[in-house]
């Protein structure tokens, strides 16, 4: 049985001790699944309580963290504020996701306007005496200038190590100002890596802001989701069902029916895991538990259980039958064109799943992959949401089939080792490193481009398009110089700093 959300404690539990998250790994897919050990949460039962072996790095590089995450949910819900009560230098992920959230909001035709997230600045003076009158003042600021339904405080390193007391200031000023004032413990230091984050936010949503006696909607989805383009409505319409998006684009009623939906979906396992996990165990809103809508047979399996959960299996098969054979002369010829190609994909943990069986389907070869952690499970602990073992049983293996969390000094050797045609990403950094080796990117803006069976074809366009520069990147390789030196670059593992240190001592 999956071990129970507590949502009595203010804190969310880190990946890592809830569910075993790894952030480093090095070998073929099908070792790492069978080393999850997904039917078992204790996964293995390594010595020192170890669920599974994790390549132990000297160093990192690069990456983000749970604050990064809490910044692009809590800070995009549409008529919320989210304070970061942080040093300004917190706040630089404001101009991206700034951009991200206007992009959003004119995807989903809602109107655009800026994000709302405001930073407290915290200074040498604040680590020593405390910024609780700061923090205050950011809230009546905050109340002031947007009259928002909801504040969300977000928590920080130096809140962190000083110790700032933010549930009693919020609840003095949610007493004050008759809204919810929602502290999300999200410290850059909680977790190892950044994926708690979208927990965190998610902890406190379901905690202040979600329905205790909901009025059932039977027709109501809730799908939870980031940024991408509105591919959900059209596709549930045909089981006469609607959409609630969460967390990303919505406004706080969307947040607070959530208790009231007939079901709950995702299109990543990494990022629906906690929420929908607690919405079953505490108000009793099934989650689907389906393979991810990749693929015909991650689609196919989705869409009947979803049709099973809100009774609606008449309608289902005439359904799927229907979208096979309207998009299967595309994809033939998408199959036709991408004949001989070699893919590698670079995101996060589940969606990279997705993908790859999506490839495969476009008859697409996938030798490696690099995911940013693995869960070696989720939350529901159903292996019907085993993303892993799907994509092993219908799809196949993926021989490199790496842990590595936005490691770049560790990606030029996988892709060296891979050698494809093109990548897939998600989140900057990687790119440019895979120009300079000549390898065009196709960076998938819209999250959402590969669901469903639109998405084999959407993928496989995508990937057209991508390999129409080719050109443009060989001329990249051939004017630029690789920011590491000779030795590292002849080095045939990307892992030999974690798994020989003494190679770092000489």
């Not at 998610?202 to 329905?211: A, C, D």
Request: charged content about 25%.
């Amino acid at each position: 049985m999956p071990k129970k959300i507590n949502l009595d404690i203010a804190e969310v539990e880190s990946r890592e001790h809830r569910l075993g998250t790894i952030i480093a790994w090095d070998g073929k897919a099908s070792d790492l699944h069978r080393e999850s050990g997904y039917e078992s949460r204790a996964c293995g039962k390594k010595k020192d309580g170890c669920r599974l072996c994790e390549v132990k790095g000297p160093f990192t590089q690069g990456s983000v963290c749970s604050e990064q995450m809490v910044e692009c949910q809590a800070g995009n819900v549409r008529d919320a504020v989210l304070i970061q009560h942080s040093p300004i230098g917190c706040g630089a992920g404001q101009v991206p996701y700034n951009s991200i959230y206007r992009n959003g909001l004119a995807m989903r035709h809602h109107k655009v306007e800026n994000i709302r997230i405001i930073n407290t600045n915290l200074i040498e003076s604040d680590m020593v005496f405390g910024a609780a009158e700061k923090l205050k003042q950011s809230i009546d600021d905050a109340w002031e200038r947007y009259q928002p339904k909801a504040i969300f405080i977000a928590t920080s390193c130096a809140t962190g190590i000083i110790g700032e007391d933010m549930e009693s200031i919020a609840r003095e000023k949610e007493a004050e100002l008759k809204i919810p004032v929602i502290p999300i413990a999200c410290e850059g230091f909680r977790s190892k890596h950044w994926s708690t984050g979208f927990d965190a936010t998610q902890h406190g949503i379901l905690r202040q802001l979600v329905k205790r006696n909901p009025k059932k909607q039977e027709d109501l989805v809730n799908v939870i989701n980031l940024w991408g383009s509105d591919v959900f409505t059209p596709m549930l319409a045909n089981l006469n069902l609607r959409v609630n998006y969460v967390v990303d684009l919505a406004s706080v009623d969307d947040l607070a029916q959530l208790s009231e939906a007939a079901a709950t979906v995702g299109f990543c396992y990494t990022l629906s895991s906690y929420m929908a996990a607690a919405l079953e165990q505490h108000f009793g809103v099934p989650e689907v538990k389906a393979p991810m809508p990749y693929g015909f047979a991650g689609t196919d399996a989705w869409l009947r259980e979803i049709a099973k959960v809100t009774h609606r299996e008449d309608l289902v098969e005439q359904f799927i039958e229907a979208e096979h054979k309207r998009v299967a002369p595309r994809i033939a010829q998408l199959k036709q064109k991408l004949k001989g190609i070699k893919g590698y994909v670079a995101t996060g943990s589940a969606y990279a799943h997705g993908l790859i069986q999506v490839l495969r389907e476009l008859d697409v070869e996938v030798n490696g992959s690099l995911v940013f952690h693995h869960d070696p499970v989720y939350d529901s602990g159903d292996p019907r949401e085993d993303s892993l073992g799907h994509l092993i049983e219908n799809y196949g293996d993926v021989g490199s089939f790496n842990v590595s969390n936005r490691q770049q000094y560790q990606f030029y050797g996988l892709l060296k080792e891979v050698n494809p045609d093109f990548i897939l990403i998600r989140h900057n950094g990687l790119a440019p490193l895979a120009s300079r080796m000549g390898i065009p990117a196709a960076p998938l803006g819209d999250e959402h481009i590969a669901i469903g069976y639109d998405g084999i074809v959407n993928l496989g366009e995508s990937i057209l398009d991508v390999l129409a520069h080719k050109k443009f990147h060989d001329d990249i390789k051939a004017h630029t110089k690789l920011p590491y030196k000779k030795w590292w670059l002849e080095q045939k593992d990307p892992y030999l700093l974690a798994k020989h240190p003494e190679v770092i001592n000489g």
